[in-house]
């Protein structure tokens, strides 16, 4: 019998009848078409300021990156519960923890490589920036050794990570500068604990957190369809109450108050734009919240799904798959425009504030063409699902 959960949540299981749960496979795809709406943004919008700074944001820009804040939490999230469900296929802990460590460093190796130059079309890596690739193997990596843990223990430290990394908001990465404006360790530690840096994105304690998380709130997911309904979209809505109180307080939970605006739009916007990097309590709440609660929404199986929750599904069956080739998709689309409109494609990098002054498009465009994105990819990542599906016990099937 199965080492890592009861035996009555794997009996569960197997009476639902489902190797994927359709809910947590459209909740991922969904997750990660939002992820291309934020990229193609990043890539093709005429907007030179980031579209959360509201004294120059407007309320479509402010909701389209808002929006995506989803993705990053809901992807680490349930990459965690996917960790667990997967025990539920014949996996005992030690089988279970050597996966996460090969996926998780396998994902860190991914990172300077094959993203580094999807982002960048070269391999300078002193133009690398760690993301969510880095931070998710890592988490994986944490979570490998965290599973031998029984689970009360895994959800008491992913719970405290979560609420108790902000005490640490004073620290300044400026702090362990040297004299010639280099990090010494002690601030390069911190920067992949805590506070974000120009080479570190995704610092790692507020993301191994939510990754453990999504691990503990597997044996929820092993339930009947209807009562993880209810428990799921239970919890979501406990989060959100505890963000809107919280966020009204306006004290610990976010190093970033809210304050009045000149209209009441503004104010709702300044109310809603917590901070990312790192992930604060707050931002956690106001994501995860809404997550859950579309988990319930989607509770259907796979034959009662809409054709876009259909397309969906595809998607989130071969996340990784689609995240590497959006990218370059994306990016490559990006070139292509330039060509065409300069006679020239030279490098084009991520990064907004090194594109020409003459680049971008509207925010209609900027959908026009995420709409286009996913019609492309949808037909590649239909026929890899299939692929993987036929070859679903190949050594290969879990790291790609």
Sequence with gaps: MNKTI??????????????HIASIDLMRGLVMALMALDHVRGFFSDADFSPTDL????????????????????????????????????????????RLLIRGLWLVLLEPTVVHLAWTFNLDLSQMRLGVIWALGWSMVALSALIYLPMRAIAFICIGMILV?????????????????????????????????????????????VMAAGYAFGPFMLMMPEERKRITLRWGLVLI????????????????????????????????????????????????????????????????QSALGRLLIVFG????????????????????????????????PAASSAFP????????????IWIGILLLLYPVCRWFAAVKFRHKRAWWTPYI
């Excluded at 009861?6 to 190797?19: L, V």
């Excluded at 500068?177 to 002690?186: K, R």
């Excluded at 790192?278 to 796979?302: D, K, Q, W």
Aim: with cysteine; glycine share 6%.
């Design 357 to 368: 002054p003459w680049w971008g498009f509207s925010l209609p465009m900027v959908y026009l």
């Design 55 to 98: 004294a120059k944001t407007y309320p479509a820009l402010f909701f389209t990156r808002w929006i995506t804040h989803l993705c990053a939490p809901a992807f680490v999230f349930l990459a965690g519960t996917s960790a667990f469900l997967s025990s539920t296929q014949g996996l005992d802990r030690p089988q279970l923890a050597r």
């Design 241 to 304: 109450v505890t963000f809107i109180v919280l966020r009204t307080i306006n004290g610990y939970g976010d190093p970033e108050p809210w304050f009045r605006q000149e209209t009441m739009l503004f104010t709702m916007l300044s109310f809603l734009n917590t901070t990312k990097y790192p992930p604060s309590l707050l931002y956690l709440l106001m994501t995860l919240g809404p997550m859950l609660i579309l988990l319930s929404v989607f509770e259907r199986g796979p034959d009662r």
């Design 165 to 209: 990394h902000n005490f640490f908001d004073d620290i300044y990465i400026e702090d362990f500068q040297t004299a010639e404006g280099d990090l010494n360790w002690q601030g390069w530690l911190i920067s992949v604990i805590h506070i974000p840096h120009s080479a570190v994105a995704y610092p790692l304690v507020p993301w191994i957190g």
């Design 317 to 348: 069956r071969v996340p990784l798959f689609f995240y590497l080739l959006h990218l370059y998709a994306i990016h490559g689309l990006a070139l292509v425009f330039v060509f065409l409109m300069a006679g020239e494609a030279g490098s084009f």
């Design 6 to 19: 009861p035996e009555s949540y794997s009996q569960q299981f197997s009476s639902a009848g489902y190797r």
